[in-house]
């Protein structure tokens, strides 16, 4: 039984397969497919976004913070540098990560 189903406000389905495109099961046809991929492409965006913000923003707190303890103490700033470039490097990987699988997700 193959044919379309559609209302005022509903996607436009196909039911079954009519041997024309090889489908077999329901599809978006047109307008529809188009809006799935645009929100898709906009949750990437979004996504990325505040991962990339929240890291930059974690950064900012880590190299204030370090700035700080070094004016404080300036006898102590090997030991400060060491102990903040493991967390910087940590957070650094965080924002490349989002971004490529950001990436992913437009490009899959």
């Known amino acids: 039984m193959a044919g379309y189903v ?18 077999t099961g ?9 809006e799935g991929l645009a929100f898709a492409y906009m949750g990437a965006g979004i996504g990325v976004g505040l991962a990339v913000i929240g890291a930059g923003l974690g950064i900012g707190r880590l190299a204030a ?8 103490q300036p006898s102590a700033s ?23 699988c950001g990436l992913m997700i437009v490009f899959k």
Request: glycine share 16%; aromatic share 4%.
């Open 65 to 72: 913070g370090a700035a700080e303890a070094i004016g404080r």
């Open 78 to 100: 090997a030991q400060i540098n060491g102990a903040v470039q493991l967390p910087l490097f940590l957070l650094e990987g965080v924002a490349v990560l989002a971004v490529i």
């Open 6 to 23: 559609s209302g005022p406000d509903w996607p436009v389905l196909r039911i079954g397969a009519d041997g024309r495109d090889g489908t």
């Open 26 to 34: 329901p599809t978006l046809r047109g307008k529809d497919e188009m």
